[in-house]
T-cell receptor, first 113, second 113 residues
Framework: AQSVAQPEDQVNVAEGNPLTVKCTYS??????LFWYVQYPNRGLQFLLK??????LVKGSYGFEAEFNKSQTSFHLKKPSALVSDSALYFC???????????FGKGTTLSVSS | DAGITQSPRHKVTETGTPVTLRCHQT?????MYWYRQDPGHGLRLIHY???????DKGEVSDGYSVSRSKTEDFLLTLESATSSQTSVYFC????????????FGNGTRLTVT
């Protein structure tokens, strides 16, 4: 069965510092991996995805994610955090035969000025 | 937001009453999904559709039914609402399976009293 773990409920970082939001996954075969962001009272917005190829994936708003097959991880990163990055972040996985995405429980990112 | 409208945006209903939530898309995507979002659980799949009149159950389908009579509309019905169904419900669409991301509506906040 597919599953996603986001081990941190909350991540706190100062503006201008690098940020990392962690995600590990379990899936049969090769995974498709996704990151989403949710602002208050809004739906989830797609940030980036990993399909195959380069282990470093670049996405929207300066975010990137690093795929590590041996550690089954897909951590979200940004070199310099902004206060406006404060939001709820979700990691999701789909196996190659799957239809729906399986989501982690989410990590709240708080960026202080 | 990718041409997805959920209605109503908010609803309060009493235990035991039937409730129908509507999702309308203008993207002509084949796949449509209903998720619920609850604190500590992230997003969990209720039902999804892979075409007109083609639907399947997700992780938390008990107490819910769906219908899709047109490509653009996907209805979620709570047969007899219970307090445990108080949640935020999100509709999502995707063009295909595999690497295709989901795009989400802005959600319906349902309160069952």
């Amino acid at each position: 069965a597919q599953s996603v773990a986001q081990p941190e409920d909350q991540v706190n970082v100062a503006e201008g510092n690098p940020l990392t939001v962690k995600c590990t996954y379990s899936v049969s075969g090769n995974p498709y991996l996704f990151w989403y962001v949710q602002y208050p009272n809004r739906g989830l917005q797609f940030l980036l995805k990993y399909i195959t190829g380069d282990n470093l994936v670049k996405g929207s708003y300066g975010f990137e994610a690093e795929f590590n097959k041996s550690q089954t991880s897909f951590h979200l990163k940004k070199p310099s955090a902004l206060v406006s990055d404060s939001a709820l972040y979700f990691c999701a996985v789909r196996d190659q035969a799957g239809t729906a995405l399986i989501f982690g429980k989410g990590t709240t990112l708080s960026v202080s000025s | 937001d990718a041409g997805i409208t959920q209605s109503p945006r908010h609803k309060v209903t009493e235990t035991g009453t039937p409730v129908t939530l509507r999702c309308h898309q203008t993207e002509n995507h084949r796949y449509m999904y209903w998720y619920r979002q609850d604190p500590g659980h992230g997003l969990r799949l209720i039902h999804y559709s892979y075409g007109v009149k083609d639907t399947d159950k997700g992780e938390v389908s008990d107490g819910y039914s769906v219908s899709r009579s047109k490509t653009e509309d996907f209805l979620l019905t709570l047969e007899s609402a219970t307090s445990s169904q108080t949640s935020v419900y999100f509709c999502a669409i995707s063009e295909s399976q595999g690497q295709s991301p989901l795009h989400f509506g802005n959600g319906t906040r349902l309160t069952v009293t």
